[in-house]
């Protein structure tokens, strides 16, 4: 079996699968006390994606998920961006993000940055800059892609166990 990836909302609702899993748990926070706020929602529940096994010579197929959505308000009074950062200390496997406004205050929405590659310690990474400073700009949606990739080479979760990502979104001036 595959790898799997598991989207758990902040309230830690899931199950365990006997296939990989990397289970993503989105924590949000905000660097200073203002009025700034993220949110976030991940279409009803706890998803589940599943790299399958690869035919025979080839490597197994990445596997996107596009259901989980954040919103936010970077009312710092200066221009603002959110960073993603991960934990994962058994990682073994390929996650990846990114961040698509969907919709925003008015006017310019800021600037999305490409993918970012999930790994295990990294320092924050920019997904989303140049939000503007006022209202209604500095408000906006989005929806968070994630990639899960394995290959042949890395093994299986009965070899190497489940990937569990703790990730965390942040918001602030930029």
């Not at 609702?13 to 949110?39: K, N």
């Not at 006017?107 to 590659?117: K, L, N, P, R």
């Not at 990639?147 to 979760?157: D, H, K, L, V, Y």
């Amino acid at each position: 079996m595959g790898p799997v990836l598991r989207h758990i909302r902040p309230s830690g609702l899931g199950r365990r699968a006997a296939a990989l899993a990397l289970m993503l748990a989105l924590l949000a926070s905000v660097s200073e006390a203002s009025a700034q706020s993220m949110a976030f929602s991940s279409g009803g529940g706890p998803l589940t994606l599943t790299v399958s096994a690869a035919t025979a010579g080839s490597e197994p197929t990445d596997v996107t998920d596009a259901t989980s959505e954040v919103t936010w308000d970077g009312d710092f009074g200066v221009t603002a961006k959110i960073t993603v950062a991960t934990v994962c200390p058994t990682q073994s496997f390929g996650l990846y993000v990114t961040l698509t406004v969907t919709s925003w205050g008015s006017g310019t929405s800021g600037t999305e940055q490409s993918e970012v590659q999930l790994t295990d310690g990294m320092a924050d990474a920019d997904l989303f800059r140049d939000i503007p400073t006022t209202a209604p700009g500095r408000q906006g949606v989005a929806t968070l892609t994630y990639r899960a990739s394995a290959t042949a080479s890395q093994g299986n979760t009965a070899d190497n166990g489940d990937d569990i990502h703790t990730v965390t979104y942040t918001i602030l001036a930029q």
